[in-house]
């Protein structure tokens, strides 16, 4: 069973469109991420939500719109595309604990390329 | 600002060797530090976690070393296999922050 599901994996778009990602999660868990790995392999969290609410959103351009139409579920859509766009956008849940385990379970990532 | 840093970024051992890779952080604040493994094409997935509050924490031949006093902590592989040629990423949490800092990954390579 897949824990954490991202569609598509690979995107390959033209500058200027609008795409979407989508992530789903089986684990039962209140809060998930979207993170962006660069060429460099340096990852950044972009935004968190929890049971739906936006709780973490990193200085991120206003064309990425994430959206959770319930808490198994948070899409990443974005609006006119640019070349520094391009990077593997990862999704990632875990419970809302702040016990002694705290895991995030990613999803295995969509690559986007924009040209 | 990059709160974690990490070193090297990218590391060559011989199989059977000890793998090190350190990460330093300067947020007192931190309370959780998890290190993360990459294969290729795959998300990151927890390898081992460790709070302030004890200086080692061993599962199998995987170590996390933690000093408070330096802000430093490190993974520690020990006989190190081809299988684990991948890509290594230290974190940190702020307490009451479900936001995870990264290092910038080191890059591991096990070579027979």
């Known amino acids: 069973d897949t824990a954490v599901s991202q569609t598509p994996k690979y995107l390959v778009t033209q500058m200027g469109n609008d795409k979407s990602i989508k992530c789903e999660q089986n684990l039962g868990h209140d809060t998930m991420y979207w993170y962006k790995q660069d060429s460099k392999k340096f990852l950044k969290i972009m935004f968190s939500y929890n049971n739906k609410e936006l709780i973490i959103n990193e200085t991120v351009p206003n064309r990425f719109s994430p959206k959770s139409p319930d808490k198994a579920h948070l899409n990443l859509h974005i609006n006119s595309l640019e070349l520094g766009d391009s990077a593997v956008y990862f999704c990632?849940?875990?419970?809302?604990?702040?016990?002694?385990?705290?895991?995030?379970?990613f999803g295995p990532g969509t690559r986007l390329t924009v040209t | 600002q990059q709160q974690v840093k990490q070193s090297p970024q990218s590391l060559i051992v011989q199989k059977g060797g000890i793998s090190i890779i350190n990460c330093a952080y300067e947020n007192t604040a931190f309370d959780y530090f998890p290190w993360y493994q990459q294969f290729p094409g795959k998300g990151p997935a927890l390898l081992i976690a460790i709070r302030p509050d004890v200086s080692e924490k061993k599962e199998g031949r995987f170590t996390i070393s933690f000093n408070k006093s330096a802000k430093q902590f490190s993974l520690h592989i020990m006989d190190s296999q081809p299988g684990d040629s991948a890509t290594y990423f230290c974190?940190?949490?702020?307490?009451?922050?479900?936001?995870?800092?990264f290092g910038t990954g080191t890059r591991l390579t096990i070579i027979p």
């Open positions: 990632a849940s875990s419970p809302w604990t702040s016990g002694s385990t705290y895991e995030q379970y």
């Open positions: 974190a940190a949490r702020r307490e009451g922050n479900e936001k995870l800092t």
